[in-house]
């Protein structure tokens, strides 16, 4: 019996050590209603915030009044086979005298199976290219882009080569390549 309050502490101990803080960006979105889970900050300190997919827009469009004007970044990672697609944004707070500006990072993950996400290039045109990509490589589809078209890979390629489930083609014929 004497075990069983050493087990109990053990799990106690573990279940708070999973526990993330929210940070000052993630705090404000919940103080404005907007539905989203705080992620352990990233190893610079960045503020990573989980997004479901049907809440980016109105949260992406949010941060962007908030301050949170330059899509840094846009790309795509594979958790791994099986597991789900993740496209992630880094935002910035380009203003004027900043030395250190503020930042923040979406991650929407996604079933492998359907991948769809609403596109935010109408809130940032940088996303345009860096969509794309994500697209090319990974297969997610960016509802509402303009263009969402291979970009690295040629149209009629098969499959996503940067998924960790992909098989690559033994050969691969280029047609009119002289």
């Known amino acids: 019996m004497a075990e ?3 087990k109990s502490e053990a799990v106690e101990s573990s279940e708070a050590s999973q526990i993330v803080e929210a ?18 900050p990233d190893h610079l300190g960045v503020e990573i915030i989980k997004v479901e997919s ?17 899509l ?6 594979d958790s791994g086979p099986g597991q789900d697609l993740v496209s992630v944004y880094h935002l ?3 203003s004027d005298n900043a030395d250190r500006p503020e930042e923040v990072r979406l991650k929407v993950f996604l079933p492998r199976e359907n991948p769809k996400v609403p596109s935010v290039y109408w809130i940032w045109k940088t996303a345009d290219w860096q969509e794309r ?10 509802e509402g882009h303009p263009n969402l078209k291979r970009l690295l890979m040629p149209e009629d390629w098969v499959g996503w080569p940067l998924r960790k489930d992909y098989i690559s083609p033994e050969f691969y014929e280029l047609q009119d390549a002289y």
């Open 4 to 6: 069983e309050p050493e």
């Open 23 to 40: 940070g000052k960006i993630s705090q404000w979105l919940s103080e404005n209603g907007f539905e989203h889970e705080s992620l352990e």
């Open 54 to 70: 049907e809440y980016l827009l109105p949260i992406a469009t949010a941060l962007y009044a908030y301050g949170f004007n330059y």
């Open 72 to 77: 840094q970044c846009q790309c795509a990672y």
């Open 92 to 94: 910035i707070k380009v």
């Open 133 to 142: 990509e994500s697209y090319d490589m990974f297969g997610i589809i960016y």
